[in-house]
């Protein structure tokens, strides 16, 4: 994706890389979008990417708190839940307010 110009979120060589976020301008508001997931993605590949976690993104306080510091908004793409299911669980709604209070707009 790097190679056509195409930022892959979430996934990085190292979770350094995979926390980092995208962020994009427009129309002079700034947006910054960060990507986890609360599933489990193993590759068994030697030196494979890494998939950033929900636990990792809560634990990056220091660079969420940076990245708000200059962005206008924070958004979460999170991978998370049940699939084909109407509302999210329980677990899952506590791990969205977790987000939210660590500064995320949503």
Not at 11 to 31: D, F, M, N, Q, W
Not at 36 to 57: F, H, P, Q, Y
Request: hydrophobic share 45%; aromatic share 6%; glycine share 8%.
């Amino acid at each position: 994706l790097n190679e056509v110009g195409i930022k892959a979120l979430g996934v990085g060589a190292t979770i350094h890389e995979a926390i980092e976020p995208y962020c994009l301008r427009k129309e002079g508001v700034s947006v910054a979008l960060f990507s986890a997931t609360t599933m489990k993605n193993v590759t068994g590949n030697k030196g494979a990417w890494r998939v950033a976690s929900v636990d990792e993104l809560l634990a990056a306080d220091e660079v969420v708190q940076k990245t708000k510091s200059e962005a206008d908004i924070l958004l979460a793409l999170v991978h998370m839940g049940y699939e084909k299911v109407m509302y999210p669980s329980p677990e899952a709604r506590e791990t969205a307010k977790r987000i939210i209070e660590l500064g995320f707009d949503g």
